[in-house]
């Protein structure tokens, strides 16, 4: 069976989208293609021996599409709460936060540098996460 691996969006300014998806979305990068092919790969942080399930490929170019959005699942309510507050004060939060229950629980919804949507949810039901 196939396993899903990653996503890849575009953006336009591979620095600035490199520093919103590490300090924000707490993000480690995992691979540096810079030199070879212009992508940075992103991942939850990890040990140094074991690989990513899953990484967010930046790759530079003129953004044309934009993805529905990206979710991140916090593990208290107090950090989706910081982000809100955080992504306020840079001009980026697009909802505040909201309670809405059942599936998908407390969340807020902040803009990347490119205007992709990101979510930060907790509480949403799913296993694993």
Same mark, same amino acid.
């Given at each position: 069976?196939?396993? !899903?691996?990653?996503?890849?969006?575009?953006?336009?300014?591979?620095?600035?989208?490199?520093d919103f998806?590490?300090?924000?979305?707490?993000?480690?990068?995992?691979?540096?293609?810079?030199?070879? %092919?212009?992508?940075? !790969? $992103? %991942? #939850?942080?990890?040990? $140094?021996?074991?690989?990513? #399930?899953?990484?967010?490929? $930046?790759?530079?170019?003129?953004?044309?599409?934009?993805? %529905?959005?990206?979710?991140? +699942?916090?593990?208290?309510?107090?950090?989706?709460? +910081? &982000? *809100?507050?955080? *992504?306020?004060?840079?001009? &980026? $939060?697009? *909802?505040?936060?909201?309670?809405?229950?059942?599936?998908?629980?407390?969340?807020? &919804?902040?803009?990347?540098?490119?205007?992709?949507?990101?979510?930060?949810?907790?509480? +949403?039901? &799913? +296993?694993?996460?």
């Amino acid at each position: 069976m196939a396993r !899903w691996t990653h996503l890849t969006i575009t953006v336009s300014d591979l620095p600035k989208s490199i520093d919103f998806y590490t300090e924000i979305c707490g993000l480690v990068v995992v691979r540096d293609r810079r030199p070879e %092919g212009s992508t940075v !790969w $992103l %991942g #939850a942080h990890k040990s $140094l021996d074991e690989d990513p #399930a899953f990484v967010l490929v $930046l790759l530079p170019g003129e953004v044309r599409d934009r993805v %529905g959005h990206l979710g991140f +699942q916090c593990g208290l309510r107090e950090e989706v709460d +910081q &982000i *809100a507050a955080r *992504a306020e004060r840079l001009g &980026i $939060l697009e *909802a505040p936060p909201t309670d809405s229950g059942g599936v998908v629980g407390y969340s807020t &919804i902040i803009r990347d540098p490119d205007g992709h949507l990101v979510e930060f949810t907790h509480g +949403q039901p &799913i +296993q694993g996460l």
